[in-house]
């Protein structure tokens, strides 16, 4: 985003501005495909996010049903015992039992969303980063202009 394009470069007797021009025309070049880049990132983590949501309400509901059915066979003499094999079937079933897949499917969901959070966000910055050198080249030319 200098300007230079990997070429050498000489100022121009006739334009003294043609490298800032160039610089700019980069920067612009750089802020459309940014555009593009935060447009897909917005919607990649809108997508997860909306995945992990749904991923995370099935696993509530197998959840709930797990404990409906697997409540009634607790046979501890207190509400901490029963408790207590609950937790314990709930680490069984979430480990390898009837909601391992569930469990596993919510969680992946869960890290890929926040995985597309912080790319939502490096998009972001980077966007913001590059708005910055384009506005600061646009002062540049106007200030030269004058």
């Known amino acids: 985003m200098n300007g230079t394009n990997g070429k050498t470069t ?12 160039a610089s700019g025309i980069d920067i612009r070049n750089a802020l459309h495909e940014n555009v593009m880049q935060l447009n897909l990132a917005v919607e990649s983590e809108a997508a997860k996010r909306r995945t ?3 991923l995370r309400q099935s696993y509530e509901e197998a959840e709930a049903e797990f404990v409906a059915e697997t409540l009634p066979g607790c046979d501890a003499k207190n509400a901490e015992g029963r408790k207590a094999q609950l937790d314990a079937a709930l680490v069984a079933a979430r480990r390898d039992g009837v909601l391992a897949r569930t469990w596993a499917l919510a969680n ?6 926040e995985d597309a959070k912080v790319g939502l966000e490096q998009c972001s910055k980077t966007y ?3 708005e910055a050198a384009a506005e600061l080249t646009a002062a540049m030319l106007r200030a030269a202009a004058r």
């Open 10 to 21: 000489t100022t121009d007797i006739l334009n003294p501005f043609a490298e800032l021009i």
């Open 52 to 54: 992990a949501k749904e």
């Open 108 to 113: 992946t969901a869960a890290y890929d969303a």
């Open 128 to 130: 913001r980063a590059t």
